[in-house]
């Protein structure tokens, strides 16, 4: 690991109020120990604190800061072609009310017994969250990646993070999607069943605060990660055991202290270096080639920018998804390939698979044979 991680000097982010002319202190970062010690992916935990501090996380990335210009400019139209207005629009609405408006109210309301065995609640926990068709896992927020220090969009320390899969036959319809969208089916249900498992929290005695898939304020693949769920891939999501990157996540705030699940290493670095399916099928070559440092974190950076045209064009995208071995063949199958010769599953027969693409020329991507 890099940098010292401020072991001599208080580790708590500094948040700037330039109506006040004063910088004030933010809560405790408890899961700033447990980012810093990853063994998977490598940090420079000053750098990473020094950014935190002076320039926090914006709540959506680069060309998608406007919260209504994403629905009315991008997420509307494709919605109503497929006559999934009420569906996906109204669906996302309610769960967005439901979080912010009705769900600070049944937090105060919070009564009845406490479940005093930790060990046995975070094991009821994650069993009713399986119920609900998620994996889960635990672990302490990383007040470093809560978008513009709103530490009130997340006022617990404990997090559970939800994982829910996407329908792999859905995905396969990339680039061109039919009537159902990958992304949304999944948004909409676990928009609904994250606060049925924060329904279950509350009713062992204890306040939770549940935040929807379709929310930027707190970062949900770092904090997969550190729960143990998955590795990061090469194409900037968690890559998972059980469905490869094919999950959507959310997370709810325990007002409890559950031991936090440990990190995982799956392998996923050296099998993304040899891979590299993601980067040659990216239509707007927006994955970078090698890992660079961004904001005190040494990963391969996704280019928002080149990145953004292909999401509008093809509705969503998801080419990587799609492309990635562990998602067409599983995590087991790849890497017993991988372990046995270096094959990667998928790959070979497919050099040149990528046309020459600008934004906006009008060709069509070529997918892999696979």
Not at 108 to 131: C, H, P, T, W
Not at 161 to 171: I, R
Not at 303 to 310: E, I, Q, V
Request: aromatic fraction near 10%; proline fraction near 5%.
């Amino acid at each position: 690991m890099l940098g010292g991680g401020g072991k001599n000097r208080d580790t708590r982010l500094r948040k700037p109020n330039s109506w006040k002319q004063v910088i004030e202190t933010r809560r405790d970062n408890p899961g700033k120990k447990i980012t810093d010690s990853l063994s998977t992916v490598k940090t420079d935990p000053d750098t990473f604190d020094m950014y935190s501090e002076v320039a926090p996380l914006d709540e959506l990335p680069g060309v998608m800061q406007n919260k209504a210009m994403l629905g009315f400019r991008v997420e509307f139209p494709k919605w109503a072609r497929r006559r999934k207005l009420i569906d996906y629009g109204w669906e996302v609405i309610k769960s967005i009310l439901r979080m912010d408006s009705w769900q600070p109210l049944l937090e105060m309301s919070v009564s009845g017994k406490k479940e005093d065995d930790l060990s046995a609640l975070k094991n009821q926990i994650k069993e009713f969250a399986r119920s609900r068709g998620y994996i889960s896992g635990f672990t302490k927020v990383d007040r470093r990646f809560i978008a513009g220090c709103r530490d009130e969009k997340f006022p617990y320390d404990t997090a559970l993070v939800l994982g829910m899969e996407m329908n792999k036959a859905l995905l396969e319809e990339v680039p061109h999607p039919g009537r159902k969208l990958f992304d949304f089916e999944i948004y909409v249900e676990s928009g609904k069943r994250v606060f049925e498992v924060a329904r279950f929290i509350r009713s062992k005695g204890y306040r939770c605060f549940a935040r929807i898939p379709f929310d930027g304020w707190v970062k949900y693949p770092p904090h997969a990660i550190n729960a143990g769920l998955g590795e990061l891939g090469a194409l900037g999501v968690v890559i998972t055991r059980e469905f490869g990157p094919r999950l959507r996540w959310t997370m709810i705030s325990i007002d409890a202290d559950i031991e936090p699940d440990k990190p995982v290493d799956l392998g996923m670095a050296e099998y993304c270096d040899a891979c590299r399916l993601c980067l040659r099928a990216c239509p707007g070559d927006a994955i970078s080639e090698e890992r660079v440092w961004w904001r005190g974190v040494l990963k391969r950076k996704i280019n928002d920018t080149k990145c953004w045209p292909y999401f509008v064009k093809y509705e969503g995208c998801g080419i990587c998804l799609k492309v990635c071995p562990v998602n067409r063949f599983g995590y087991e199958e790849c890497m017993k390939a991988f372990k046995k010769n270096g094959e990667i599953l998928g790959k070979s027969g497919n050099k040149n698979w990528r046309k020459n693409q600008g934004a906006g020329d009008g060709k069509e991507i070529r997918m892999p044979a696979l």
